[in-house]
């Protein structure tokens, strides 16, 4: 019953922030085939030689990705999408408990005989639905694109990046609920979700930047595998590896952040 009851509350976002991101990536596809072209490659290719080794690894340009390449391209792209779809998830674990607390609505459960512990998890796998269901939508309009564009033979590494992604984005989420679960109310869910984003993506851009901080890019999920990195390795490409420790983070994060969201829940203060 509280699935359901959160699942009806949350799909409508879900398919707005779902239909924003296809449609995105759909569109940025569309320019392949301009972006392909030889002379559009080496105007690309010239202008980004001008900027800091440090600031294009952020954005996993650091090898010049080759354009023509649908792959490599589609890899630039998609880290847009996963920004949108991290932040997605890091609002949605925020405003999960936080909402409910501020807008008086959890009276309603708590007149009910239902666990907290029903409670968390009702919101956990709703809202992990919904983040499966966004990202089902963006990997469904990134295999119909590869149909229009003759690319169909990357539809395996394509889902493969999909896949991988989904290790950082439930690292932000599950933050996002320790967030919740702190917060009296939902006032200011979202300035801390997008702050606490962009704050570790611009430590990730420090840290690439900076030769003697590069140890804080292990406070940027997010910077742990771009997209191209993970593509390379799939495809065994320039002998590129994965940052195992950063995905033991991640799991470590998930893990430890859903067991912290239960505990502290259970024994928190109510404020009806």
Known sequence: ??????NRKNLKGALIWGGI?????????????????????????????????????SFGLNDMPDFGVFLEYFCYVFQFIIIGLVIYGMILGTKSIAKEEGDKSIEYLYSKPIKRSQIVTSKIISSFLMIILVMTMV??????????????DSIKVIVLVHLFNLIPILAYWMIGFIFSVILRDDSKSIVLALSFFFGTYLIGVISNTVDKLNFLKYFS?????????VYKFFENINNVSLNVIGIIICVILIIGGTIFTY?????KDLYC
């Open 1 to 6: 019953m509280l699935i359901k009851l959160e």
């Open 21 to 57: 991101l296809s449609f995105i990536i759909i569109i940025y596809l569309a320019f392949f085939p301009s972006m392909a072209s030889s002379d559009f490659s080496e105007l690309i290719n010239s202008k980004l030689g001008f900027m800091p080794e440090g600031l294009l690894e």
């Open 139 to 152: 990997l469904i309009s990134s295999i119909i694109s590869t149909f229009f564009l003759n690319e169909t």
């Open 221 to 229: 999920p997010i910077n742990y595998n771009p997209s191209v990195n």
């Open 263 to 267: 505990l502290y829940y259970n024994k």
